[in-house]
């Protein structure tokens, strides 16, 4: 018989090691198929919730943010790009970081309707992978109907303003319990594991988890 495991998986879009580690955890719950029946919610998280409209260059933003150079930046993406393929994840190139609050409010309202999780996926493919502006709400309805969502629903969505108090507090809430990075990944509401884990690390964590559970 399959043990439930709930997985709360608070992220933001824009984050490379989110796309990273989400790949993970799946590849990791295919490992574990035969004994872990395990439902995945994505809650948000903003890296750069005060970035203006049309976005910044990765560049200046991570520069300026972390004071990093542009050869020392470019050597992190080398390696994320690699940790990337590695859980089979292909990441593009992207020039530029964008807000996300409005991707977060559609996934909201996509969680609603059974399709939350397929979103979060095609919208991180939308970005890192093909460099997309994640602000612009014809990429976002263009990702929303990509997994069979509606297209005129996505857009009244996004053009109405809809879900931005539940988004707020969500925030809210993942800051009250303590979380300041992504992804910050949470099982049956107890056990914390964070970053772009290998795939061995969450299987090794799931497992230790399931045990102490039918302890």
């Known amino acids: 018989m399959k043990q439930p ?3 709360d ?3 933001d879009i824009a984050c490379p090691w989110c796309a990273i580690g989400l790949s993970s955890l799946q590849l990791a719950l295919s490992r574990l198929s035969d004994t872990v029946d395990a439902q995945i919610v994505v809650h948000p998280f903003e890296l750069n919730p005060d970035m203006e409209p049309g976005g910044e260059a990765i560049v200046d933003y991570l520069g300026k943010k972390y004071g990093r150079t542009p050869e020392q930046i470019a050597e992190t993406q080398a390696m994320i790009r690699e940790r990337g393929a590695s859980v089979g994840f292909e990441f593009g190139q992207r020039t530029r970081v964008y807000n996300t609050f409005d991707a977060h409010r559609l996934l909201h309202w996509a969680g609603l309707n059974g399709a939350q999780l397929p979103l979060k996926k095609a919208l991180l493919q939308a970005y890192h992978a093909e460099g997309k502006d994640l602000s612009d ?29 539940e988004v707020r ?41 399931l045990s102490e559970a039918a302890g």
């Open 5 to 7: 495991l709930t997985i």
């Open 9 to 11: 998986f608070v992220s």
């Open 169 to 209: 507090a969500e925030e809210r809430n993942n800051q009250a319990m303590g979380i300041q990075s992504v992804p910050s990944i949470i099982f049956n509401r107890r056990h914390l594991m964070t970053g772009g884990q290998p795939v061995e690390a969450f299987v090794q964590g799931i497992q230790q988890i």
């Open 137 to 165: 709400h014809e990429v976002l309805v263009e990702a929303a109907q990509s997994v069979g969502l509606d297209a005129v629903q996505a857009r009244e969505v996004l053009r109405s303003g809809d879900y931005a108090a």
